[in-house]
């Protein structure tokens, strides 16, 4: 992993951290630090793994929300979930320790942060079946991009959403935050938006994904969706 990779990444977890802290107003918040050490850790060990077995990925990964060849809906999306993403982080750091409004069962709380380990970690096996698994929609033709259909994919067409999903519904219990579960049908909304538009992309560029859609039924979540 290069100096620049390196650098990438570590100011994704910071300007958590930062957005994290500062709307909190103190730094006495142990829900946050287990979030950020849960983020740190799960994203230290993914970018080394990548660095080692696939630095095509890797690459990729890093490569940025806006990228060549990215579909235009999805550069819209991808304007929408940073704002709200670090947005949700902001407002969950207020009503959980600034304002004090939501007080969250401790039992709650280790579920939230066992949700997020549980979706770190189908995130990386997902990582690990599907070289092709870039964070923005597009067809990657120069990397000779073709259906995955093994590991998690076997499951659920959109495994790495299926794991985000578990630990953005960590996020606010760790975090201690009511209105953050509030905020999140939103978030998820969008989530299941993209999913429309990738799959449009994918029908139209990406040959044997209709009928791959057509063995594998649920998208997000096993007998449901």
Same mark, same amino acid.
Do not use: C
């Given at each position: 992993?290069?100096?620049?990779?390196?650098?990438? *990444?570590?100011? &994704?977890?910071?300007?958590?951290?930062?957005?994290?802290?500062?709307?909190?107003?103190? +730094?006495?918040?142990?829900?946050?630090?287990?979030?950020?050490?849960?983020?740190?850790?799960?994203?230290?060990?993914?970018?080394? &793994?990548?660095?080692?077995?696939?630095? $095509?990925?890797?690459?990729?990964?890093?490569?940025?929300?806006?990228?060549?060849?990215?579909?235009?809906?999805?550069?819209?999306?991808?304007?929408?979930?940073?704002?709200?993403?670090?947005? &949700?982080?902001?407002?969950? $750091?207020?009503?959980?320790?600034?304002?004090?409004?939501? #007080?969250?069962?401790?039992?709650?709380?280790? $579920?939230?942060?066992?949700?997020?380990?549980?979706?770190?970690?189908?995130?990386?096996?997902?990582? #690990?079946?599907?070289?092709?698994?870039?964070?923005?929609?597009?067809?990657?033709?120069?990397?000779?991009? #073709?259906?995955?259909?093994?590991?998690?994919?076997?499951?659920?067409?959109?495994?790495?959403?299926?794991?985000?999903?578990?630990?953005?519904?960590?996020?606010? +219990?760790?975090?201690?935050? &009511? =209105?953050? =579960?509030?905020?999140?049908?939103?978030?998820?909304?969008?989530?299941?938006?993209?999913?429309?538009?990738?799959?449009?992309?994918?029908?139209?560029? =990406?040959?044997?994904?209709?009928?791959? *859609?057509?063995?594998?039924?649920?998208?997000?979540?096993?007998?449901?969706?």
């Amino acid at each position: 992993m290069t100096w620049a990779q390196s650098i990438k *990444a570590a100011t &994704w977890i910071l300007s958590m951290a930062a957005v994290l802290f500062l709307s909190a107003g103190t +730094l006495d918040w142990r829900g946050a630090w287990i979030f950020v050490a849960e983020f740190a850790v799960g994203s230290l060990a993914v970018l080394l &793994w990548l660095a080692w077995r696939d630095p $095509a990925l890797l690459k990729e990964r890093l490569a940025g929300p806006f990228q060549r060849g990215q579909a235009s809906p999805d550069k819209a999306f991808m304007a929408f979930i940073i704002v709200v993403w670090y947005g &949700w982080l902001a407002v969950m $750091a207020l009503d959980a320790r600034r304002w004090g409004l939501s #007080r969250m069962p401790d039992a709650l709380s280790d $579920a939230g942060a066992a949700l997020i380990a549980v979706g770190l970690f189908i995130g990386w096996l997902t990582l #690990r079946e599907n070289s092709f698994a870039a964070p923005v929609i597009k067809i990657q033709k120069e990397r000779g991009q #073709r259906v995955i259909s093994t590991g998690p994919y076997r499951i659920v067409r959109h495994p790495m959403y299926a794991g985000a999903t578990l630990y953005m519904g960590g996020m606010p +219990l760790l975090l201690g935050s &009511w =209105l953050g =579960l509030l905020v999140l049908p939103l978030i998820l909304g969008a989530l299941v938006l993209r999913i429309f538009i990738e799959e449009a992309a994918l029908r139209d560029g =990406l040959p044997g994904y209709g009928d791959y *859609a057509a063995r594998v039924r649920y998208r997000l979540i096993p007998g449901v969706w």
